[in-house]
Every structure is written in structure tokens, then in C-alpha cells.
């Protein structure tokens, strides 16, 4: 793992770097983005970093510097052997008061590269009894403020899944705690809107556009019930790719099915093509 903060490599990841004051500890206010790496490369890192500034944008923390985000990736990926990797940045608006109005110290901004595990190819998932506020403000956001996804993920861990999946407050299928979700019904490929709530993951969206010539897909809002009649489910996410589901709750699942083995296999083959598309 090698860590940098503010243009600084440090010399260990352990090494004390944040000020306790930093307002992404205190109350969690900050944006972040993950973003795999293959072979020593980052892949789709520009859409990373356009989300990571819509974010930070509707978050209202000030606009990041991108190019000093792309040298902190470079420092922190450059000399490490990586053939799967991810790179986590986080920008939080700064140091501020032990409380929630921010300071006006400026941006922190930490860039951290580890190697990490390949995914399986499949996986299993738990349906939770709490759901995701469309229409709260942080909707479609990708913030630090995590702990209910970390409670949420905690729980599906105990039914011996990997992912966490919620519904809206309005019943309808939205998304994984760090996914989102795909199904099929009646052999057509479906995945919740953006109105659902549901973050505009950067796999989703290369699903959708990579997919579309051979794969019937559509996004549409359905009841979280809908997993109990699919023929098949994936996840999509960002050290994910495309990972087939083998059990909903209680439900088990063939996989990866048919539409998700080629799914998967026009992914993989596209990611080769572009690995920064």
C-alpha cells in the first residue's frame, strides 16, 4: 500500500497524516472514488474523476483539482507491482470546527493504492430491511458519509453474502452498498433507473453502452420483490466487473447464467480495448 496526502508521499501508510479536525473524520464530509487497477494501469480513471468532481460539486465543497488528483495517482501507483490493484481518493472539505458548519481551510485530498484480490465469479447477495432515500441530499452522491452501508454490509455478511442490496422508500429496487445491480426477466436485461435512488456507478453505465448491440437492456423501476422471480442477477462495480449472483437471500440461482456470461465476456473484452475509455 503507499499513501498520499496533499502532493506528499508518505513514507508509510501508517505514518500520521490527517488533523484530527479534518471535517471528512469529524462528520464524514467528503466525496471518494475507487477506481480498479490492472496490469499497473487505472482503468476508466477520467470517468472517476468527472464523478468525483459532480460529487464534490453537489456536495458543496468546492471544485477538486483534477490534475493534482492524476499526480497523486501517479505517485501512488508508479513503481508498484500491480496487477490488480484499486486506488481509493477521498477529498474532504478540510479542517473545521467540532461540528457540522465547514471551515475555510481548503480541500484535503488523500490518494491511497493497495493490491487487492480478484473477484469471484459469482457471488452472493442479502436484500435488507432498510432502504436508500432518493430524495435525500446526498442522493446519487458518492460521499464518505458510509456508515449505513457499512451497517448494511455488516448484515448481509452474517447471511454469508458479500453484497448488501436495498430498495427505495418507495419499495423499488435500487442498488448495493458499493454496486449496482442488474436482473433478467422474460430473457431482457434490466437495471434500476437513476430516479431510483441508485448511484450512476461508472461499470453501469459501461454495461448500458457496451452491451446494448447484443443484449436486450433496459432501465426500468420495479419492486425490490422483483429478485425473487429473476432468472438471473449481477452485480457491476468497480473491482466487480460483472460478477454473477448464486444466491438472493434465501434463493438460489444458477450462475452465472446465459445474458450474464455474455454480459461479462463483452465487458472483459471491451476493457482490454479501452483502458481508460
Same mark, same amino acid.
Given at each position: 500500500?503507499?499513501? !498520499?496526502?496533499?502532493?506528499?508521499?508518505?513514507?508509510? +501508510?501508517?505514518?500520521?497524516?490527517?488533523?484530527?479536525?479534518?471535517?471528512?473524520? @469529524?462528520?464524514?464530509?467528503?466525496?471518494?472514488?475507487?477506481?480498479?487497477?490492472?496490469?499497473?494501469?487505472?482503468?476508466?480513471?477520467?470517468?472517476?474523476?468527472?464523478?468525483?468532481?459532480?460529487?464534490?460539486?453537489?456536495?458543496?465543497?468546492?471544485?477538486?483539482?483534477?490534475?493534482? $488528483?492524476?499526480?497523486? $495517482?501517479?505517485?501512488?501507483?508508479?513503481?508498484?507491482?500491480?496487477?490488480?490493484?484499486?486506488?481509493?481518493?477521498?477529498?474532504?472539505?478540510?479542517?473545521?470546527?467540532?461540528?457540522? +458548519?465547514?471551515?475555510?481551510?481548503?480541500?484535503?485530498?488523500?490518494?491511497?493504492?493497495? +493490491?487487492?484480490?480478484?473477484?469471484?465469479?459469482?457471488? &452472493?447477495?442479502?436484500?435488507?430491511? !432498510?432502504?436508500?432515500?432518493?430524495?435525500?441530499?446526498?442522493?446519487?452522491?458518492?460521499?464518505?458519509?458510509? &456508515?449505513?452501508?457499512?451497517?448494511?454490509?455488516?448484515?448481509?455478511?452474517?447471511?454469508?453474502?458479500?453484497?448488501?442490496?436495498?430498495?427505495?422508500?418507495?419499495?423499488?429496487?435500487?442498488?448495493?452498498?458499493?454496486?449496482?445491480?442488474?436482473? $433478467?426477466?422474460?430473457?431482457?436485461?434490466?437495471?434500476?433507473?437513476?430516479?431510483?435512488?441508485?448511484?450512476?456507478?461508472?461499470?453501469?453505465?459501461?454495461?448500458?453502452? !457496451?452491451?446494448?448491440?447484443?443484449?436486450?437492456?433496459?432501465?426500468?423501476?420495479? +419492486?425490490?420483490? @422483483?429478485?425473487?422471480?429473476?432468472?438471473?442477477?449481477?452485480?457491476?462495480?468497480?473491482?466487480?466487473?460483472?460478477?454473477?449472483?448464486?444466491?438472493?437471500?434465501?434463493?438460489?440461482?444458477? &450462475?452465472?447464467?446465459? @445474458?450474464?456470461?455474455?454480459?461479462?465476456?463483452?465487458?472483459?473484452?471491451?476493457?482490454?480495448?479501452? @483502458?481508460?475509455?
Amino acid at each position: 500500500m503507499r499513501a !498520499w496526502i496533499n502532493g506528499r508521499t508518505l513514507e508509510s +501508510p501508517d505514518q500520521p497524516a490527517l488533523r484530527v479536525l479534518d471535517h471528512g473524520l @469529524v462528520v464524514g464530509d467528503g466525496v471518494f472514488e475507487t477506481v480498479k487497477v490492472v496490469d499497473g494501469q487505472p482503468f476508466a480513471l477520467t470517468r472517476h474523476l468527472e464523478r468525483l468532481a459532480r460529487s464534490a460539486a453537489g456536495l458543496g465543497i468546492g471544485e477538486p483539482d483534477l490534475d493534482l $488528483v492524476r499526480a497523486g $495517482v501517479e505517485a501512488t501507483v508508479e513503481g508498484q507491482e500491480l496487477p490488480f490493484g484499486r486506488i481509493r481518493i477521498t477529498i474532504t472539505s478540510g479542517p473545521g470546527p467540532l461540528g457540522s +458548519p465547514r471551515g475555510n481551510q481548503g480541500q484535503t485530498l488523500v490518494v491511497v493504492t493497495e +493490491p487487492a484480490a480478484r473477484p469471484e465469479s459469482t457471488t &452472493a447477495i442479502a436484500t435488507v430491511p !432498510w432502504v436508500r432515500n432518493e430524495r435525500g441530499a446526498l442522493s446519487g452522491l458518492k460521499t464518505t458519509s458510509y &456508515a449505513e452501508n457499512a451497517l448494511m454490509v455488516e448484515y448481509a455478511l452474517r447471511q454469508g453474502a458479500s453484497e448488501a442490496v436495498m430498495a427505495n422508500t418507495a419499495g423499488l429496487l435500487c442498488e448495493g452498498t458499493g454496486s449496482c445491480i442488474f436482473y $433478467v426477466l422474460d430473457g431482457q436485461l434490466v437495471t434500476p433507473t437513476l430516479e431510483s435512488g441508485c448511484l450512476a456507478g461508472v461499470t453501469r453505465a459501461l454495461v448500458l453502452e !457496451w452491451c446494448r448491440d447484443e443484449i436486450d437492456v433496459v432501465e426500468r423501476d420495479e +419492486p425490490i420483490e @422483483v429478485l425473487q422471480r429473476a432468472e438471473e442477477i449481477f452485480l457491476a462495480g468497480t473491482t466487480r466487473d460483472v460478477q454473477g449472483i448464486h444466491r438472493v437471500d434465501d434463493r438460489p440461482l444458477a &450462475a452465472p447464467g446465459p @445474458v450474464t456470461s455474455l454480459a461479462a465476456s463483452i465487458f472483459a473484452q471491451r476493457s482490454k480495448e479501452q @483502458v481508460d475509455p
